[in-house]
């Protein structure tokens, strides 16, 4: 009648990995904090934990019980709250995440989300973007000008897109 917990800090960038090889060993609690801020390099990441656990159920067999549609709201309001910025790779909620500038991918993202995420960012409260810039290709410029107001085809896409490569 004996909780096994595990608790790991991130010196080694291992928090995450070792957190859930310790469910996979056993331990029925999981100690972690939100954008995993702690001593020194900081905890598992709350938020990396409780998607592993879900995006890998099948294999790690466990159910955390967390609101996963809180998780963005939450991260945000932790950074404001301890002035602690989140960085913009940060797996899960940075704000690149789900942030797809190469044109393949983004061309993979507008054809089927799945090819490039394995989790929806709109479950979490995020959003997928697809930014512009050096890396994109047509579809997504295409795309972007249709957002806008602006539908273009043929040439006028093809001249738009040259000056914006530019």
Same mark, same amino acid.
């Given at each position: 009648?004996?909780?096994?917990?595990? !608790?790991?800090?991130?010196?080694?960038?291992?928090?995450?990995?070792?957190?859930? *090889?310790?469910?996979?060993?056993?331990?029925?609690? +999981?100690?972690?904090?939100?954008?995993?801020?702690?001593?020194?390099?900081?905890?598992?990441?709350?938020?990396?934990?409780?998607?592993?656990?879900?995006?890998?159920?099948? *294999?790690?067999?466990?159910?955390?019980? +967390?609101?996963?549609?809180?998780?963005?709201?939450?991260?945000?309001?932790?950074?404001?709250?301890?002035?602690?910025?989140?960085?913009?790779?940060? *797996?899960?909620?940075?704000?690149?995440?789900? *942030? !797809?500038?190469?044109?393949? !991918?983004?061309?993979?993202?507008?054809?089927?989300?799945?090819?490039?995420?394995?989790?929806?960012?709109?479950?979490?409260?995020?959003?997928?973007?697809?930014?512009?810039?050096? !890396?994109?290709?047509?579809?997504?410029?295409?795309?972007?000008?249709?957002?806008?107001?602006?539908?273009?085809?043929?040439?006028?896409?093809?001249?738009?897109?040259?000056?914006?490569?530019?």
């Amino acid at each position: 009648q004996v909780t096994l917990s595990v !608790h790991c800090h991130d010196d080694l960038g291992l928090a995450v990995a070792n957190t859930l *090889a310790g469910v996979g060993a056993g331990a029925t609690q +999981v100690e972690c904090t939100v954008n995993g801020l702690g001593e020194r390099a900081g905890n598992a990441a709350l938020e990396e934990v409780v998607m592993a656990l879900r995006v890998r159920a099948d *294999a790690l067999g466990c159910e955390t019980g +967390v609101d996963v549609g809180e998780i963005g709201r939450v991260s945000q309001l932790v950074s404001e709250l301890t002035g602690y910025s989140v960085q913009r790779n940060k *797996a899960i909620v940075g704000a690149s995440a789900f *942030a !797809h500038e190469a044109g393949i !991918h983004q061309d993979g993202m507008l054809k089927d989300a799945s090819t490039y995420q394995i989790m929806d960012p709109r479950e979490l409260g995020l959003m997928m973007t697809l930014p512009l810039g050096k !890396h994109s290709g047509r579809h997504a410029f295409r795309r972007a000008c249709e957002d806008a107001g602006i539908p273009l085809a043929g040439i006028d896409l093809t001249a738009a897109f040259q000056r914006f490569k530019g």
